[in-house]
């Protein structure tokens, strides 16, 4: 009897060094692995010096890989994709050793063709994006402070956001951010500030209307580990995420940002900071600052 105690107490201890040792707070995945998990999602692949991708391409999903030579040969092509991920302002293009990226979006023809708003209500969209880089140095500190900044702008602290949100060590760190669109839109229509501007330029039940008719998620997991940043984040609405849990299966992601619970206390404080400045912009307020200046046009 005490053998299989024995032995049952080894399986135990086993298994959760197991888990323990499997369960990484950030994604480290290297350009090639990321390319691997591209052709296992059955993307097509596209040079960064081609022209753009249309619709149909993201449709089907893509991704393109700058390696090294690429990156040797032709430097302005990272520092352009630095630019379009909004990355540039904190990571040196001279220091950028390998990159990728990956998007699919279905439905994307139909949401860019949007006319009408109270059209959303028939449009299914299901997609994601993804963004891989290893570096020549280490970017935990300078990369999370740049996190934390633009978190400011938008009137967020980190001290508001869990630690299933919000994370930085020496070694990693990481943002990470889910929006459940019907709890939000519910939010936004209990908000007096935003339905008096509705009311201004909208009519309310037409608006509150479409609110109750639109589902899905928005989220996002923005990740350092080291010099290995991986950027995941996805989009449905109106329909079942496939395909960003396909993402955060091939890439072997840390976790599925869609399964952060939404933090709503920073959401409310997004409506209302977005809500003040949408006023500002409207009263003239927001541009008062260019009275100042003389304009020979």
């Known amino acids: 009897m005490k053998k299989v105690k024995a032995i049952a107490c080894v399986l135990m201890v086993t298994m959760l060094a197991g888990i323990f040792a499997g369960c990484s707070k950030t994604t480290k995945i290297s350009t090639e692995s990321f390319a691997k998990g591209c052709e296992k999602l059955k993307l097509e692949e596209f040079d960064f010096d081609d022209d753009e ?20 040969d032709e430097p302005e092509a990272v520092e352009s994709m630095l630019q379009e991920i909004g990355l540039d302002e904190v990571i ?18 139909d949401f860019a063709d949007l006319s009408d708003p109270e059209d959303l209500a028939d449009i299914q969209v299901d997609g994601a994006f993804a ?15 740049y996190v934390e900044d633009m978190l400011d702008m938008a009137d967020i602290s980190s001290k508001d956001l869990t630690n299933k949100e919000f994370y930085v060590s020496k070694k990693d760190g990481y943002f990470r951010f889910h929006i459940d669109i019907a709890k939000f839109l ?9 339905m008096d501007l509705v009311d201004s330029a909208y009519d309310s039940d037409d608006f509150e209307d479409l609110c109750n008719s639109l589902t899905g998620d928005v989220s996002v997991s923005i990740e350092i580990n080291g010099s ?3 950027i995941i984040a996805g989009i449905n ?35 209302e900071f977005a809500v003040d400045n949408a ?7 927001y541009y008062d600052d260019f009275d100042d200046y003389d304009f020979d046009i």
Not at 53 to 72: R, W
Not at 239 to 266: E, I, R, Y
């Open 279 to 285: 006023s500002s912009a409207m009263s003239g307020s």
């Open 131 to 145: 963004v891989q880089m290893t570096l020549a140095d280490d970017y935990v500190e300078d990369f999370m402070e």
């Open 228 to 230: 290995n940043i991986f």
């Open 186 to 194: 519910k939010l936004v229509l209990e908000n007096e500030d935003v």
């Open 237 to 271: 609405l109106n329909t079942k995420a496939t395909v960003l849990p396909s993402f955060t299966s091939a890439f072997g992601a840390a976790m599925n940002p869609m399964k952060v619970p939404m933090n709503q206390k920073v959401v409310e404080d997004g409506i």
């Open 53 to 72: 991708p249309d619709y149909d391409d993201i449709e089907d999903g893509i991704y393109a890989v700058a390696d090294e030579d690429m990156i040797e």
């Open 92 to 109: 040196d293009a001279d220091d950028v050793t390998s990159m990728a990226i990956a998007a699919k979006c279905i439905g994307i023809s």
